[in-house]
């Protein structure tokens, strides 16, 4: 079994929906989470990070955590084309040790068309 | 303001070459992160450092080492290349006890 599982996709959405992304994870040591967006060809870059259970929200995306379920989800809102890229979900443990030390999803490819 | 570099973007190589994939940052990071990327399986840790002279295994490190003379760099070298190192190679940086990573723009290895 995999630590982390995430929907690999593909999503195809047209402009202004609502986009729902998922991981759920099996280490209850998880204590970090983050998403990460990638556009073709290029690494990864930050988007959101939260550490504690519930809603963090950064303009059009929401991250959810609920460490009782080991579930985490990203939201988009009036999803964009320019939103069309691969969706990383990452964790790591606790601890000073673990910066940098990710463990990612498998990552799901998300298309948003005019 | 270039972030983290890394070349080369492309390479083919033979079954038991050999060869270093370079990496370097301008902003002043600790911190430094070799991953791979391989299609469906997300990305995986091979190396880290937390600061020149210091480097441990990541969860993948077999077939790699790594150095870290610098500050700025943190080249990963492949020595006896075989089928199963045919990825793409990501290097990443972060300051000290930050969550954000920045990532290079990745190098892809065929070997055949």
């Known amino acids: 079994q995999k630590e982390v599982e995430q929907d690999p996709g593909p999503l195809s959405v047209p402009e202004g929906a609502i986009v729902s992304l998922n991981c759920t994870y099996s280490?209850?040591?998880?204590?970090?989470f983050m998403w990460y967006r990638q556009y073709s060809r290029k690494g990864p870059e930050l988007l959101m990070y939260?550490?504690?259970?519930g809603n963090k929200e950064d303009g059009r995306f929401t991250a959810q955590v609920d460490k009782s379920s080991k579930y985490i989800s990203l939201f988009i809102r009036d999803s964009q084309p320019s939103d069309s890229a691969t969706y990383l979900c990452?964790?790591?443990?606790?601890?000073?040790?673990?910066?940098?030390?990710?463990?990612f999803g498998q990552g799901t490819i998300l298309t948003v068309h005019p | 303001n270039a972030g983290v570099t890394q070349t080369p973007k492309f390479r083919i190589l033979k079954i038991g070459q050999s060869m270093t994939l370079q990496c370097t940052q301008d902003m002043n990071h600790n911190y430094m992160y070799w991953y791979r990327q391989d299609p469906g399986m997300g990305l995986k840790l091979i190396y880290y450092s937390v600061g020149a002279g210091i480097t441990d295994k990541g969860e993948v490190p077999n077939g790699y080492n790594v150095s870290r003379s610098t500050t700025e760099d943190f080249p990963l070298r492949l020595e006896l290349a075989a089928p199963s190192q045919t990825s793409v190679y990501f290097c990443?940086?972060?300051?000290?006890?930050?969550?954000?990573?920045?990532f290079g723009s990745g190098t892809q290895l065929s070997v055949l």
């Open positions: 990452a964790m790591r443990r606790a601890g000073g040790t673990s910066y940098g030390k990710l463990t």
């Open positions: 280490n209850s040591a998880f204590q970090y």
């Open positions: 990443a940086s972060s300051s000290d006890r930050e969550e954000k990573l920045f």
């Open positions: 939260t550490y504690s259970s």
